[in-house]
């Protein structure tokens, strides 16, 4: 049971560059979901998927899309690349709890747009 | 709206002394989870505790406790006995039954001073 993983772990990229992060969980979850952490910042979501198939915005989507074809797979691209897109980038994905949730994290890639 | 707030951006303690990072919350919701994650410098997330909105006593976790004052929407962590292991950043957040979102605060930065 490897949880939630991410590929790659760290990336450098030029202004304008594309890229697709993956995420993967072996754990059968529903909810998975994209967010960024910045310097002194907690976490921001940008897009979110309750389901195979479908998807949402975050707080923060603009310069991301996401799909999600199968239910283990959550993929975040960048079409064109910002230095504003500078970032550690966490992947989750969510537990259902009775009533409640848990998110369980992914290790978290390391993106540098320059 | 719904909002998570750390008002302790930083704190300092001593190695073997209790600590209390504090964290208000705002919903109009009656059911809901409240959780603390850390993140080591190693920069991955890690459960530490959860309270449920309808747990009428206190979660505990080991060293961590949850000091969950329901009236006053406020959910403190409780270190107990701190280790310079315990340097890191924590964030409180909170999950809603009617939302499909884990709202994040800020984070506090703890320091454990030898």
């Known amino acids: 049971n490897a949880g939630v993983t991410q590929t790659p772990k760290f990336r450098v990229l030029k202004t304008g560059q594309s890229m697709t992060l993956l995420c993967a969980q072996d754990?059968?979850?529903?909810?998975m979901y994209w967010y960024r952490q910045d310097p002194g910042m907690g976490l921001r979501l940008i897009h979110y998927s309750v389901g195979e198939g479908t998807t949402a915005k975050g707080e923060v989507p603009d310069g991301y899309n996401v799909s999600r074809l199968k239910k283990q797979n959550f993929l975040l691209g960048l079409e064109s690349a910002a230095p504003s897109q500078t970032s550690v980038y966490f992947c989750?994905?969510?537990?259902?709890?009775?009533?409640?949730?848990?998110?369980?994290f992914g290790p978290g890639t390391r993106l540098t747009v320059t | 709206a719904q909002k998570i707030t750390q008002t302790q951006p930083g704190m300092f303690v001593q190695e073997k002394e209790a600590v209390t990072l504090d964290c208000t919350y705002d919903?109009?919701?009656?059911?809901?989870?409240l959780f603390w994650y850390k993140q080591p410098s190693s920069g991955e997330m890690i459960f530490l505790i959860y309270?449920?909105?309808?747990?009428?006593q206190n979660a505990t976790e080991g060293r961590y406790s949850l000091n969950f004052q329901k009236a006053r929407k406020s959910a403190n962590l409780v270190i107990s006995a701190s280790q310079l292991g315990d340097s890191a950043m924590y964030f409180c957040a909170m999950s809603l039954t009617s939302y499909d979102k884990v709202i994040f605060g800020p984070g506090t930065s703890l320091s454990v001073i030898p």
């Open positions: 754990m059968n979850h529903e909810y």
């Open positions: 919903t109009s919701d009656q059911s809901y989870g």
């Open positions: 309270q449920g909105s309808y747990d009428e």
């Open positions: 989750a994905s969510k537990q259902e709890r009775g009533l409640y949730y848990e998110q369980y």
